[in-house]
């Protein structure tokens, strides 16, 4: 069974830090791309950012550009999302997704559950 | 960015009729493989998205064959020919042919 497991997600200060992991099971991770989308509360998705499945390319959407880092350990199946800098307009549900290769015309399929995260003073 | 828009915002349905959801794109989606990379997810209440429906018209592994795409160029349509309780959330389209990624701004069907 294919399974993504989000963490890390907590009430983090503007300007502050915050270190998301995705967990993989259930196929082999190395052979895809993941991406961070995020959800605010009732509102629609948007592509975070995307790592390719041996971790030596990667994409960021122009909102967290130079702010949030991209990375994996393929020994571990795991995923992370760095995020500095923090800005209000951050806070939500964060959900791992998995792609059958880095790049346009890739397809995204699974997803895992999310973790949530908030920003307030 | 490609920009996706769906109509309607909301879909009340009566149980056992039909529904049909539109996703217009700003630019053509085809890819340079000819390919379109169109793809439709449901999001029940309280749930993470998963995907119905890829490239336009496959339905994935597990899906209903009341669930049904179309379209071609910028044009895209999701059909749930009899809409069950269980079809009740949110639908998004969604675009992988240019990255980023680009979702519509999503659909609500509710049963009336």
């Known amino acids: 069974e294919v399974r993504l497991v989000e963490s890390g997600g907590d009430l983090v200060q503007p300007g502050g830090s915050l270190r998301l992991s995705c967990a993989a099971s259930g196929f082999t991770f190395s052979n895809y791309a993941i991406h961070w989308v995020r959800q605010a509360a009732g509102q629609g998705l948007e592509s975070v950012s995307a790592v390719s499945d041996n971790g030596l390319l990667t994409f960021y959407g122009d909102s967290v550009k130079g702010r949030f880092t991209i990375s994996r350990d393929n020994s571990k199946n795991t995923v992370f999302l760095q995020m500095d800098r923090v800005r209000m307009e951050d806070m939500g549900i964060y959900y791992c997704?998995?792609?059958?290769?880095?790049?346009?015309?890739?397809?995204?399929?699974?997803w895992g559950q999310g973790t949530l995260v908030a920003v307030s003073s | 960015d490609l920009v996706l828009t769906q109509s309607p915002l909301t879909q009340p349905v009566t149980l056992g009729q039909p529904a049909s959801i539109s996703c217009n794109s700003s630019h053509s989606l085809v890819h340079k493989d000819g390919k379109i990379y169109l793809n439709w997810f449901q999001q029940r209440p309280g749930q993470s998205p998963r995907r119905l429906i890829y490239k336009v018209t496959n339905r994935d592994s597990g899906v209903p064959d009341r669930f049904s795409g179309s379209g071609s160029g910028t044009a895209f349509s999701l059909k749930i020919s009899r809409v069950e309780a269980e079809d009740v959330g949110v639908y998004y389209c969604?675009?992988?042919?240019?990255?980023?990624?680009?979702f519509g701004g999503g659909t609500k069907v509710e049963i009336k």
């Open positions: 969604m675009q992988g042919t240019q990255w980023p990624l680009t």
């Open positions: 997704v998995r792609a059958d290769y880095y790049g346009p015309g890739s397809l995204i399929d699974f």
